[in-house]
């Protein structure tokens, strides 16, 4: 059996571990030139921890994790406003986080590989996917433009990502299943000695209105930015002017020397991208199924979505990977919507409920946030507060 997946991020990547070793052949295909070196730090918990274990991964990720030990509000000045200890934090959600770089789960996922036979997952980067389509006797994927390479399969996984094109090319336009949630997210890493070590293992946010910047210190001597803003656009949808390093700039201004800092060194063209979610009605057609963002991003809101990467991934793999001719594929993929639709649903009602308070509007809202983070000792309160840090429901 065959499987074609389309993007190499956590869950392709997964997804063609767990398949591998269950004896497919599988092709990867990634358009970016290599592994993306740009994304923000996550907290990793719920269902992934328990599939990462399972699978054997979770060792690989705890190597790379960082240890974190409180998420700190700092006015314009500095001065920390309120903070929470993150191991209170890593008891609510269950007793096991990891604070993970997005780059450095991908990298972990990308090494798990060596866990399956040789020649059996091939990865091609650079290729960018110029049609797909499915049917009921199996998929054609079409790589490339001028100098096309058509590669057939018996099923098609799309696992590239919240703007994916293999769910354009094969349940239609994007607009269809896009929910933005009325933010922007950023996020650019830099090289910053001083700040390095001036915040070492803690996440340092700015207790602001209408837009907030974190920053944390990584291992390699560099910083971390992860910024999000409230999404000015046009009535045609598009942001109003400026590229993204100049709209960072004026939407950040003022934070404190920290944010204007990290402002200075911004590169030219960080990750900047609308906070939504996707919302479909199925994810599987003919022989084509989509995994991971693709099909249930959450937003960075709902907390989970490396986490619901692994977990999701890790289960396609079960369902589909016994899978020995054409006949099982489509109850396995059936079987694989019917069970981890549900989960992915629940973490997007969590990620829509946090969007209303995850940006105070005024100094109400953010009064009322500082008073809410200081009364953690009490009974209900910190459950409250571990949500409102990070934006996630811990469970």
Not at 79 to 99: M, N
Not at 148 to 154: E, M, Y
Not at 325 to 354: H, M, N, Y
Request: glycine letters at 12%.
């Amino acid at each position: 059996m065959k499987a074609v997946i389309v993007g190499a991020g956590i869950a392709g990547l997964v997804a063609a571990r767990q398949l591998g070793l269950a004896g497919w052949d599988i092709e990867v295909l990634e358009k970016s030139a290599a592994p993306r070196p740009d994304g923000y730090m996550m907290d990793f918990f719920g269902p992934g921890v328990e599939a990462a274990e399972r699978i054997g991964l979770y060792p690989r990720l705890a190597a790379v994790a960082y240890h974190v030990e409180a998420a700190e509000y700092v006015d314009a000045t500095g001065h920390p406003t309120s903070s929470i200890d993150y191991e209170q934090f890593a008891r609510l959600a269950g007793g096991k986080v990891l604070s993970l770089l997005r780059p450095d789960m991908e990298r972990a996922a990308l090494a798990a590989l060596d866990d399956v036979a040789s020649g059996r997952v091939r990865i091609r980067y650079g290729a960018a996917v110029s049609r797909a389509w499915s049917g009921d006797d199996g998929v054609q994927v079409v790589v490339g433009g001028q100098h096309a390479v058509t590669l057939g399969a018996d099923v098609l996984v799309g696992a590239d990502g919240v703007h994916s094109g293999v769910r354009a090319h094969v349940f239609g336009p994007e607009e269809g299943y896009l929910r933005p949630l009325g933010m922007r997210a950023a996020a650019f890493i830099v090289t910053e000695p001083i700040l390095n070590a001036r915040f070492r293992n803690r996440f340092v946010l700015t207790d602001s209105i209408d837009r907030m910047a974190g920053l944390y210190s990584l291992r390699s001597g560099e910083v971390a930015a992860f910024m999000v803003y409230r999404d000015a656009t046009d009535a045609a949808g598009h942001q109003r002017s400026g590229s993204p390093r100049e709209r960072l700039r004026r939407e950040f201004a003022g934070l404190g020397n920290a944010v204007d800092r990290l402002l200075e060194l911004c590169p030219e063209h960080p990750y900047d991208d609308v906070v939504a979610q996707i919302v479909m009605p199925g994810w599987q057609k003919g022989r084509t199924v989509l995994v991971g963002d693709a099909c249930g991003a959450v937003s960075l809101l709902a907390g989970q979505g490396g986490s619901l990467a692994i977990a999701g991934a890790a289960l396609l793999g079960d369902v589909l990977g016994p899978v020995a001719s054409s006949d099982g594929i489509s109850a396995a993929l059936a079987e694989f919507e019917r069970r981890w639709k549900p989960v992915v649903e629940e973490a997007q009602a969590a990620g829509r409920r946090t969007a209303s308070s995850f940006l105070p509007a005024n100094r109400t809202q953010r009064l009322l946030r500082r008073w809410i983070i200081r009364a953690t000792h009490l009974p209900g309160i910190d459950r409250f507060v571990a949500r409102q840090i990070v934006g996630r429901i811990a469970k």
